[in-house]
């Protein structure tokens, strides 16, 4: 029976922490990610459990059945699971709609916000807290001879269902449920445990027969594990180590997650390895003491040497962490880049996190079965329970709070790990200390070998371990490999409440990069700390940082009052307040640290720091627009990589529509979004979200690899008014780099919101509740994944956004790109360096592509006919490409005239007329004369004589037939040329493209 129930409590063990996991979740979106939201959240969840197995504890001796009672109080905590959705989704809807605006900002919003966080979660947490009590009450009482074998087990078998609940939420149920439907799993599981432990209820008395006495259960329990009384000072010291143990445990659990994310990455899964990893220590712990039953003074002794280990082994962490870079860097080597290789490196970040706190946890594994048989032997009986874990989870909320309010900021990450190693080995040595009052020889040396041992091994690595804060701020999980800088380079280095906050000297550049937990998240070049002089390109992600929030106010520049989420280096907010019209612009920060981190990019950004309309907001995103009645004109999001856990919170459907409250009418809302490190289904699903709730949208490249995506909430979005750039704070600004004049900054554009609009409407949307950015963003980071779709909607030369928008774009004049790596703004440069003949400066891909087009050139005024017709409109192809100078929807009718000559002179085949057909069509927007060429050629495709690439035939060719109405030809296009495709079935273009065919007017 024991058995049974052990495999009853794993299930409701994982039910418990997927409730924590994702009660968490859900809370985040409504309080906030910031320091003090998570500390609060945890304490509401801790407290209640607290609450509950103290209130059981104290009732014990009267629950004649415990395991109806925890039937019960599973089956209610299951109904609540299920309904826990719902009642978010009404309460924070009320309190959003009526609530928050009828209180105002101030101690009353904030009392609200908290009393309704509190309200949707205490209960379950209450219950949660009664479960151990009273499972562990109801199989002591069958088995009570074997009291901490009983204990031991059950501990073990609650803490491995949890560290298993942890991983399969988060790598399972989330991706397929969602929220709503993970609450719902662990609900299931929690109405199956109900029935079972209802059903083994029913099947034995209350008076438990096993132990053959006339006694009531209780007294039976008591008497089959020792009635010995135990002094009251005894007692209390038992919970005063059993509420330490729980102090030391979360420090050691709060900082090794903060230590290990710099290692593997602070993405959610990463979290989620680190949570499940600790709690399989306990678990460990707890069955390795299963068998360990002694008198009281041998369990005094273990459980003193128990806590010296702990924290000898906790502070011997340190030099094991600093060597964990180095196994990183080997598997980021080892695995390939592939969905099996991403298994194998989970796998590894797992061994990894054990390899940290295996050690550690073990030991605190062991300390509640010990201290719980001890106390059960007295008279504290049953009562001891419920006693002992609500005391334990008392002393989790405490270290919580000191953890991350206290040494975290004041004593950083080392010294928080030695502070816990200090709590656990103060503990064994005041345990020793009692041990040894009834001891015949207090002062023999042997005794004292453990203590002094832990106290020096605490003192010998808190003084000698220095971890390298080079290798800490190095993004090894990223880049897979350690910086070794010739010097130090790290100028700036915070443990902040949030995250952890660098700031290094780039070697060779000179310039500054700004780092979250080792992720890059600012970066300017040397040029930008001293006074203007000769203009030169934008160099490191400073276009990024300059482009997003200008291209914004240009939709906006009548614009009056702005909000910034995310400081960074604080360019951005400096860019804006260069606009005399802004009166003030809100700059919204979680962490603290990044602002003082930002004071290193002085001058550069000082705007921000001097500028009396600057003002800077220390507050999680949501829950500062929740709790400021204020009306923005233009809001600029610009946060973290999506993959870094709570960050993808900001570019949900939910957040913009939570935002859309805050803009003024006729404002214009920026959302920034990174195309590497991420794949196409991803980024749809934010553009999906942003076109849930505002009415028109266009999305722009701000640099190689950025985009920016401009929505309004009028009807339709306004002209861009490229003045901006002229507005003399910003235009001194931008001396630095070379002009960007209209027609640049207009081939920034990528596309707008009706040419997304068939492929936008075609599936989900990135939600709080189904989080597919959240839980798929790493993944597509390790696979090194790129959104080529949204990369190449506009860049190519016959891109698809131009051709669906008919946009027609001239040729560059302008013989250099300001922003290097946007691939329109190269082409521009190349084309006038072509017409001008001057390539002094130039790249080295454009020398090389100007003796392309010369050598095409000399072949298109050669007497002789081809040797290979192929290979000449291939030549033909990429000359033309070559000589467009970023132009849509305008005919190079020089090249085309001296190719039809070379045809006209010649005995072609029939494909490479019409190839040369297709190409002028295309280039001049002839949809007509393309889907006319598009026959032979798809023809021969079909036969497998390729004359054109296969994507470029299959958009040529789809595109002219749905513009001549021809929706069958599309279709038909698309069946023989897909399968000759490079691109996959997830690359926007495909997907957009089958949507155009799939509309309801071309059904």
């Excluded at 809807?93 to 205490?122: Q, S």
């Excluded at 002591?140 to 491995?160: D, K, M, W």
């Excluded at 400073?542 to 291209?551: D, F, G, R, W």
């Excluded at 290097?820 to 190269?826: E, I, M």
Aim: glycine share 8%.
């Amino acid at each position: 029976m024991l058995i049974v129930l052990c495999l009853i409590f794993v299930l409701s063990g994982a039910a418990g922490l997927v409730y924590e996991s994702i009660w968490a979740r859900y809370l985040g979106l409504f309080v906030g990610h910031g320091a003090y939201a998570q500390v609060l959240v945890l304490v509401i969840f801790l407290g209640g459990m607290s609450i509950g197995a103290l209130a059981v504890g104290r009732r014990a001796e009267r629950v004649r059945r415990p395991l109806r009672w925890y039937a019960a109080v599973e089956l209610a905590v299951g109904v609540f699971g299920l309904l826990f959705h719902g009642a978010f989704v009404w309460s924070t809807g009320h309190a959003y709609d009526a609530l928050f605006p009828a209180l105002g900002p101030g101690v009353l919003h904030v009392v609200a916000k908290w009393a309704i966080a509190a309200l949707l979660i205490l209960p379950q947490s209450v219950l949660l807290g009664a479960t151990f009590p009273l499972m562990a009450a109801g199989a002591l009482r069958r088995v009570p001879e074997r009291a901490g074998h009983t204990i031991a087990l059950l501990y073990f078998a609650n803490s491995l269902g949890a560290a298993a609940g942890v991983l399969v939420a988060g790598f399972a149920l989330l991706a397929r449920f969602g929220l709503p439907g993970t609450l719902a799993a662990a609900a299931s599981a929690n109405l199956l445990v109900a029935a079972a432990a209802s059903v083994i209820s029913r099947r034995e008395p209350a008076s438990a027969p096993r132990i053959a006495t006339t006694e009531d259960p209780e007294t039976a329990v008591r008497r089959a594990v020792g009635d010995a009384a135990l002094p009251t000072t005894l007692v209390r010291l038992m919970l005063a180590v059993s509420f330490g143990t729980a102090v030391s445990s979360f420090v050691y659990e709060i900082g090794w997650i903060r230590m290990l994310s710099l290692v593997l990455g602070s993405a959610t899964h990463s979290f989620e390895l680190m949570l499940s990893a600790f709690i399989l220590g306990l678990a460990t712990g707890a069955f390795v003491i299963r068998r360990r039953n002694g008198a009281e003074r041998r369990t005094l002794q273990q459980l003193a040497h128990v806590q010296l280990a702990m924290g000898a082994l906790a502070v011997a962490t340190l030099p094991v962490y600093a060597r964990s870079f180095d196994w990183m860097a080997a598997f980021m080597a080892a695995f390939t880049r592939e969905p099996a290789g991403y298994v194998g490196f989970s796998l590894a970040r797992y061994a990894l996190c054990l390899a940290v706190m295996l050690p550690a946890t073990v030991c605190a594994g062991m300390t509640l079965p010990l201290i719980t048989r001890f106390l059960l032997r007295g008279a504290e009986g049953e009562r001891a329970l419920g006693r002992v874990y609500g005391v334990n989870t008392l002393g989790s909320i405490v270290g919580v709070a000191l953890a991350a309010l206290v040494l975290l900021p004041v004593l950083g990450l080392e010294g928080m790990i030695v502070a816990g190693a200090a709590i656990d080995i103060g503990l064994g040595i005041w345990l020793l200390t009692a041990e040894r009052r009834g001891a015949r020889d207090p002062y023999r040396i042997r005794r004292w070998l453990p203590p002094l041992a832990a106290a020096a091994v605490l003192v010998t690595i808190a003084a000698s371990t220095r971890l390298d804060r080079v290798a800490m701020t190095s993004g090894v999980y990223r880049y897979g490999a350690i910086r070794k800088p010739a010097k130090p380079d790290v100028l700036f280095y915070a443990d902040g409440r949030t995250a952890t906050v660098s700031v290094r000297r780039i070697a060779g550049n000179g310039g500054l990069s700004l780092a979250t937990n080792g992720k890059p998240d600012a970066s300017l070049g040397a040029e930008w700390f001293a006074a203007a002089s000769t203009p030169a390109p934008f160099t490191l992600d400073a276009s990024t940082q300059l482009l997003l929030p200008l291209v914004t106010l240009a939709h906006a520049p009548d614009a009056r009052v702005a909000a910034v989420v995310g400081q960074g280096s604080g360019m951005s907010t400096h860019a804006l307040l260069g606009d005399p019209r802004l009166t003030k612009v809100v700059t919204i920060e979680i962490e603290p640290e990044m602002l003082r981190a930002s004071r290193l990019f002085y001058p550069a950004n000082r705007r921000v720091f001097d500028d009396p309309r600057s003002e800077q907001a220390i507050e999680d995103a949501r829950a500062y627009f929740a709790s400021h009645d204020r009306q923005f004109d233009l809001i600029l999001s610009e946060p973290s990589n999506p993959w870094v856990a709570g960050v993808s919170g900001l570019f949900t459907t939910e957040f913009y529509a939570h935002v859309r409250r805050f803009l003024s009418p006729g404002g214009v809302f920026g959302q920034w979004l990174h195309l590497t490190e991420i794949d196409d289904p991803l980024v749809l699903s934010v553009v999906r979200a942003v076109a849930e709730n505002f009415s028109d949208y266009a999305l722009y490249a701000v640099g190689n690899t950025d985009i920016l995506i401009v929505a309004t909430n009028q009807a339709h979005l306004p002209a861009p008014d490229w003045s901006v750039f002229a507005l003399p704070a910003v235009a001194a600004d931008l001396r630095r780099v070379l002009p960007l004049t209209p027609s640049m900054l207009d081939a920034l554009h990528i596309a707008d919101a009706a040419t997304l609009a068939p492929v936008v409407r075609g599936g989900s949307a990135n939600s709080d509740f189904r989080p597919v950015l959240d839980l798929g963003a790493e993944r597509a980071r390790y696979l090194k994944a790129s959104a080529r779709g949204f990369l190449a909607l506009s860049s190519e030369r016959f891109a698809l956004a131009p051709l669906l928008e008919d946009r027609r774009f001239p040729r560059g004049t302008t013989p250099a790109a300001p922003v290097p790596g946007v691939a329109r703004l190269q082409a521009m440069e190349l084309g006038a360096r072509l017409d001008s003949q001057r390539f002094d400066g130039a790249r080295t891909a454009d020398h090389a592509a100007a003796e392309r087009v010369r050598a095409a050139e000399r072949l298109l005024t050669a007497a002789e006919a081809p040797v290979e017709w192929h290979l000449w409109v291939e030549r033909v192809r990429e000359a033309e490409e070559l000589r467009s100078g970023g132009a849509t929807g305008v005919v190079d009718t020089a090249l085309f005239a001296a190719a039809e000559r070379v045809l006209a002179r010649q005995s072609p085949p029939v494909q490479a007329r019409a190839a040369i057909a297709f190409l002028r069509g295309m280039a001049g927007y002839d949809h007509v004369a393309v889907a006319r060429a598009s026959v032979p050629l798809i023809d021969a495709a079909r036969r497998g004589d390729d004359w054109l690439p296969a994507d470029l035939l299959r958009t040529g060719a789809v595109v002219a037939a749905l513009k001549t109405g021809d929706v069958r030809g599309a279709r038909a296009a698309m069946a023989v040329l897909t399968p000759r495709s490079s691109l996959d079935a997830a690359d926007l273009r495909m997907q957009l493209l089958w949507a155009l065919i799939d509309e309801p007017g071309h059904r």
